[in-house]
């Protein structure tokens, strides 16, 4: 267990659709990054947030937005779903260990489906 | 740019094979990570290693081995004597920066099967 939380687990919908994903950092980790996995498009980084401010963007289309709140908690939010935005949605939290490095932690994922 | 290739698709071995994964990386960066995950059908990632870019000696881990090459930019995974639960997907992957504190990019991962 990472200790990152995401719900929902499983997610399907329609496209046109707009639906919100969680996440839940380790206790005392200021970032959050948002990935998304897809058959097309692999595993690719969405979007970072550092303690409530967006620090780096990726591949994340204009329809999809995030946040990060004051508990450092994160949503990603989807909007006119389409089909090829069903996907693997991993987020991961980090913070500095010991040696200076900042390891990222993997939550176990929200699969969403859109139909 | 930064980019991580993972040329081998699909690898199917026979339980108690050896079985290299191969990764090959392109970054402008002196100061570099390196990492391999696995992912199992479950569908979460597994951290396995990582690697930086100073430090070029090869790894072992149980029947796991890392090479990391800087002169061919390359970041090898071997399984030695393969078993069933080694079945996955295995991702290579690469981050910019001493601090980490940068997202990661993936390869298009390695998808093993070992059969019994």
């Known amino acids: 267990d990472s200790g990152v939380t995401q719900t929902p687990k499983h997610l399907i919908t329609a496209t046109g659709q707009r639906v919100t994903l969680r996440c839940s950092p380790r206790?005392?980790?200021?970032?959050v990054y948002w990935y998304q996995q897809s058959l097309d498009q692999g595993l690719q980084f969405l979007i970072q947030?550092?303690?409530?401010?967006?620090?780096a963007k990726g591949n994340i289309l204009e329809r999809f937005s995030a946040q990060q709140f004051p508990d450092l908690h994160s949503e990603l939010n989807l909007s006119s779903l389409e089909l090829g935005d069903s996907a693997l949605y991993f987020c991961?939290?980090?913070?500095?260990?010991?040696?200076?490095?900042?390891?990222?932690?993997f939550g176990p994922g929200t699969r969403l489906t859109v139909l | 740019a930064q980019k991580v290739t993972q040329a081998q698709t699909e690898i199917s071995v026979v339980e108690k094979e050896d079985v290299t994964l191969d990764c090959v990386y392109e970054?402008?960066?002196?100061?570099?990570?390196l990492f391999w995950y696995k992912q199992p059908p479950s569908g979460e990632l597994v951290f396995l290693i990582r690697?930086?870019?100073?430090?070029?000696q090869n790894e072992i881990s149980g029947r796991y081995s890392w090479n990391f090459q800087k002169s061919t930019s390359s970041f090898n995974f071997t399984i030695t004597a393969s078993q069933v639960v080694d079945s996955a997907v295995y991702f290579c992957?690469?981050?910019?920066?001493?601090?980490?504190?940068?997202?990661?990019?993936f390869g298009k991962g390695t998808r093993l099967s070992v059969i019994a």
């Open positions: 991961a939290s980090s913070r500095r260990t010991g040696n200076g490095y900042n390891e990222q932690f």
């Open positions: 206790s005392g980790d200021l970032s």
């Open positions: 947030y550092y303690n409530g401010e967006e620090r």
């Open positions: 970054t402008r960066d002196t100061t570099y990570y």
């Open positions: 690697r930086n870019s100073f430090d070029e």
């Open positions: 992957a690469l981050s910019e920066t001493q601090s980490g504190n940068t997202p990661l990019v």
